[in-house]
């Protein structure tokens, strides 16, 4: 059910609002009533499970006490160090039978909401009690913490670009070596470079077992040819021209002092691996991606993967940030 459907139908005289506000070590929690009377006044507690516990057992004496059905808790989307108490907190087992509902919300939205106090007090802790209130007024409209699945998709989406950003790195990093090295060779561009891949096994062994480009040129043609199919495993269909072209870049490149050769081949060669390991951690998480999206959202997750160009990624990663369109009033609400 959406966040603005459920505060509709929700009986606000028997709703404990809760309000966190959250830190790396220790979080502030405030708890009112509809009358907005404290029941919990700025409280600190740990943010480690110690303190989840701790919070757990506040909220539930307050809720037997003061005969509440429903408990509604509101902290603000801070990074990650919400993430494990927005958990605990929405899978409590004590908590349960009051139907807790747990909400991250828009900083933003909440800033916008404390600006219209006139008389509140200046007080760190104060913002645990804005964000009770923000919940208490009905001003929540998206859906309630989507739980450890999306969690993990997420991380599994975030850690991909990660990689993708490191891989990405290390090829920009590794082409200023090949220029000095081979410098006509990293200028090679679309049908005019030998190699279809230039960060692949052939092109490799060309960057990594000639320790200049003047031993290709002086290499003959007879034996780069050689060279470049054993090296291709006889996949590139025309081995002359590629070593044509080799040959011809070789002999417009500059020339290095010698004792540049090693120092360079290493570091292209230590790029080289970096790229593989990179590409190979690429496909293993992709896998895991696959695998973590599979019935979650299925309808969404196939019109997504039905818009051209939208693969199982681009698809896992629009659900695992945005969720469920039913989160959204309107278009507008997914634009930042």
Same mark, same amino acid.
């Given at each position: ?279 190979? /951690? ?7 991606? /696959? ?46």
């Amino acid at each position: 059910m959406k966040g603005g459907d459920f505060m509709k139908k929700l009986d606000y005289l028997s709703t404990l609002f809760v309000g966190i506000d959250i830190g790396a070590r220790q979080n502030i929690v405030s708890a009112i009533n509809f009358d907005q009377e404290f029941l919990i006044k700025m409280k600190s507690v740990p943010n480690t499970q110690f303190g989840a516990e701790q919070l757990e057992t506040m909220l539930v004496k307050v809720l037997e006490n003061c005969t509440f059905k429903t408990v509604i808790i509101g902290l603000e989307s801070t990074s990650f160090y919400g993430v494990h108490i927005a958990n605990f907190l929405s899978s409590s087992e004590g908590l349960m039978p009051y139907k807790p509902y747990v909400y991250c919300l828009n900083p933003k939205e909440v800033a916008n909401y404390k600006d219209s106090f006139n008389s509140l007090d200046k007080n760190d802790r104060i913002d645990s009690f804005v964000i009770a209130d923000f919940a208490r007024v009905g001003r929540i409209h998206t859906d309630p913490w989507r739980g450890s699945q999306y969690l993990a998709l997420q991380r599994l989406t975030r850690h991909r670009l990660h990689i993708v950003d490191c891989l990405t790195r290390e090829k920009t990093y590794m082409l200023s070596n090949v220029f000095l090295k081979f410098s006509e060779f990293a200028l090679l561009q679309g049908i005019q470079h030998p190699f279809s891949d230039k960060y692949g096994a052939t092109a490799s062994s060309i960057l990594t077992e000639f320790l200049s480009s003047e031993d290709i040129a002086n290499t003959s043609i007879e034996e780069l040819v050689d060279f470049v199919s054993k090296k291709s495993r006889k996949r590139i269909s025309n081995p002359q021209m590629t070593a044509e072209i080799l040959k011809q870049a070789a002999r417009n490149s500059y020339r290095l002092d010698k004792c540049l050769y090693e120092p360079l081949t290493t570091s292209i060669a230590c790029s080289f691996n970096c790229i593989q390991a990179f590409e190979k /951690e690429l496909k293993t998480i992709n896998r895991a991606i /696959e695998k973590a999206v599979m019935g979650m959202n299925p309808l969404e997750y196939q019109i997504l993967m039905s818009i051209p160009g939208f693969g199982p990624v681009y698809s896992s990663g629009i659900l695992s940030e945005l969720g469920s369109v039913h989160a959204f009033i309107s278009h507008k609400q997914t634009q930042p």
